[in-house]
C-alpha cells in the first residue's frame, strides 16, 4: 500500500468552517470603523494639524488668514511677514469637502472658526465637525 499525503476532504471542510466561525465574529466589530475614522481624522485636523498653521499664520502675521488657501499658498497681496507655507496643501476633510472657515469667527469672538459638514455636507447636520462647543 502506497503512503498518500494529503488532506482529507473532512479535514478542508472543517478549516473552512472555523475560518467561516471566525469571520462571522470579527467583521461585524470592524464595520462602522471607517467611518470613526474619518471622524477622527477631522476632528485632529481641527483641532490640531489646521489649528496650528492657523496660529503660526498669526503670529507672523499678526492677524488670522482671509481663508485657508492662505496657509497653503502665499497670498495676493502678501502680508508682509508671510513665513509660509504653513501647510503643505489646501485643507480638504475625510469626506473630500473643503474645511469651512470663518474669521472673525461668530462662534469663537476674537479667533476664527474652523468646521466640517462631515459625512452628510449638511450645515447643522448631526454630523458637524467644531472647534467649538455645541449647545442645544
Known amino acids: 500500500m502506497t503512503n498518500r499525503k494529503g488532506f482529507t476532504l473532512i ?5 473552512v468552517i472555523i475560518i467561516g466561525v471566525l469571520s462571522a465574529m470579527v467583521v461585524p466589530r470592524l464595520v462602522g470603523r471607517s467611518e470613526q475614522a474619518r471622524i477622527a481624522a477631522a476632528r485632529a485636523d481641527i483641532e490640531s494639524n489646521i489649528s496650528i498653521a492657523l496660529d503660526l499664520y498669526e503670529l507672523d502675521n499678526g ?8 496657509l497653503a499658498s502665499e497670498p495676493s497681496p502678501a502680508p508682509p511677514n508671510w513665513n509660509g507655507p504653513y501647510i503643505k ?13 470663518k474669521f472673525p469667527g461668530e462662534e469663537n469672538k476674537g479667533s476664527y472658526d474652523l468646521w466640517s459638514y462631515g459625512r452628510d ?10 472647534n467649538w462647543e455645541e449647545t442645544d
Not at 11 to 15: A, N, S, T
Not at 63 to 70: I, L, Q
Not at 89 to 101: I, L, N, S, T
Open 11 to 15: 479535514e478542508l471542510m472543517l478549516v
Open 89 to 101: 496643501k489646501k485643507p480638504r476633510d475625510p469626506w473630500g469637502e473643503d474645511y469651512k472657515y
Open 121 to 130: 455636507r449638511v450645515s447643522g447636520g448631526e454630523d458637524d465637525i467644531t
Open 63 to 70: 492677524t488670522y488668514p482671509p481663508d485657508v488657501d492662505a
